[in-house]
């Protein structure tokens, strides 16, 4: 296998923000028939832009969804190039195929087969390697894969054809752990009880955006949903997925009941972890995203850090027993959530000391995360989708022949967080 190509020179890594600049040399794209009920191969598109009908249901009905996920150039192979290194992966794609293949059935779309999903996934990193930033900065190459109905049709049936495309963009990861307030929206519902609030699709991300820009203009970064039934139960953040911490031996459930935590198994015997002594509370809503981030999270702090977790409801009033509360997503990895307020009844739970640092656990976990992601430690779990790259000396008709070759179509730290640091930890990526 070939190296990948090394980090541009005239990209200033540590600067990237959320602006799309068109500056990549393209995508890939995909379509499926539902003739033939068959998928093409996987295009590079140079154009930017998608061609898609008028009359299509994801213009007209919201036939769409998508992911997020992130492509890293591993530190294990960088030691001696600078940041440069040749090896880049994708972070837990698997997982998020899963995911979209979920999001593709609540959106009445074919789902996308993981091989076709991973292979037009490398497509679009291999054609954009230098993209990829070094390992030594915190930058990404962000990918977005696309699900959605391209051809036209006005009634409620299926198109003739879906497209699947696959975008990338240079990002930078906040990998920083400054702790932002967080407010909870209390005059719109995010998602329905039996409603689409557990698939990634756009229609549960659009209605948000002027509840957020006013929470912001009140000085909360983040806010937070509660179950559209009783408004008493934690569903999770606008942008991202909830994690609480609670630092107390026994774990109490909603029924009032005292139960205490049971230290994780790990290699058949029990451990725990006195010096962080917490329990993590996951909410489990069937109306929130499946997120992958905190998937890993808990992970980590399963069998790295022997802490125990408790996945059930939680009520908004038990945010006064939580010593930590983490939003956890894409952009942000692991973000410590500083206050939760709900203004209708004053109530505000603080979560960080008189010097407003991030808790113990959040800064443990944000730093074991980044050490899976970034290829600092071994990949046990199989976390880290390498990329190949082909010698650039083989023949194009050996390059397809393997699946590799391009099929190309011309057309942070602590402190106060800048406006461009606000928008990437903010934003549902």
Not at 61 to 88: N, V
Not at 174 to 192: I, K, M, N, S, T
């Amino acid at each position: 296998m070939a190296p990948a190509l090394p980090p541009l020179p005239t990209i200033e890594w540590d600067k990237l923000g959320l602006a799309v600049t068109d500056s990549v040399n393209g995508h890939v794209e995909c379509t499926y028939s539902t003739t033939t009920s068959t998928w093409s191969p996987p295009t590079f598109v140079t154009d930017p832009y998608l061609r898609i009908h008028g009359l299509s249901p994801a213009l007209n009905y919201g036939m769409q969804a998508f992911e997020g996920l992130k492509a890293l150039r591993l530190a294990s192979s960088s030691a001696s190039s600078g940041g440069g290194g040749d090896t880049i992966s994708i972070f837990r794609p698997h997982l998020h195929c899963t995911r979209l293949a979920h999001s593709a059935t609540v959106a009445s779309m074919p789902p996308v087969p993981e091989p076709l999903f991973l292979e037009a996934l490398s497509l679009a990193v291999r054609g954009n390697a230098e993209y990829v930033g070094p390992s030594t900065s915190d930058a990404i190459l962000y990918i977005r894969p696309l699900l959605f109905g391209s051809g036209p049709q006005l009634a409620l049936e299926p198109p003739s054809q879906f497209t699947f495309a696959v975008y990338v963009q240079p990002a930078t990861t906040y990998h920083g752990l400054q702790p932002l307030p967080c407010v909870v929206v209390e005059d719109f519902d995010r998602a329905a009880t039996r409603g689409t609030g557990s698939a990634k699709i756009g229609g549960n991300y659009a209605p948000v955006m002027r509840w957020s820009r006013r929470a912001k203009a009140q000085g909360y970064y983040m806010t937070l949903h509660l179950d559209s039934a009783t408004q008493s139960e934690i569903d999770e953040f606008s942008t991202s997925g909830f994690i609480g911490v609670k630092k107390i031996e026994a774990d109490t459930p909603a029924n009032g009941q005292a139960a205490m935590a049971t230290p994780t198994a790990v290699n058949g015997e029990a451990k725990e972890n006195p010096k962080l002594n917490a329990t993590l509370l996951i909410p489990s809503s069937p109306n929130i995203l499946h997120s992958v981030t905190s998937d890993s999270v808990v992970h980590l702090a399963q069998h790295k850090l022997h802490l125990p977790i408790a996945r059930r409801p939680v009520p908004f009033s038990e945010l006064a027993s939580l010593s930590e509360v983490l939003a956890v997503g894409t952009a942000a990895s692991v973000l410590p959530i500083a206050s939760v307020s709900r203004l209708s009844t004053d109530e505000k739970y603080v979560f960080v000391g008189a010097d407003g640092k991030a808790g113990e656990v959040g800064v443990e976990l944000a730093a074991l995360l980044k050490a899976y992601m970034r290829g600092e430690v071994e990949d046990e779990f199989g976390w880290r989708y390498e990329v190949g790259f082909l010698d650039p000396e083989e023949d194009s008709a050996t390059q397809r022949a393997k699946g590799n070759g391009l099929q190309l179509v011309t057309a942070g730290g602590e402190g106060t967080l800048s406006t461009s640091e606000l928008k990437l930890v903010t934003s549902p990526l």
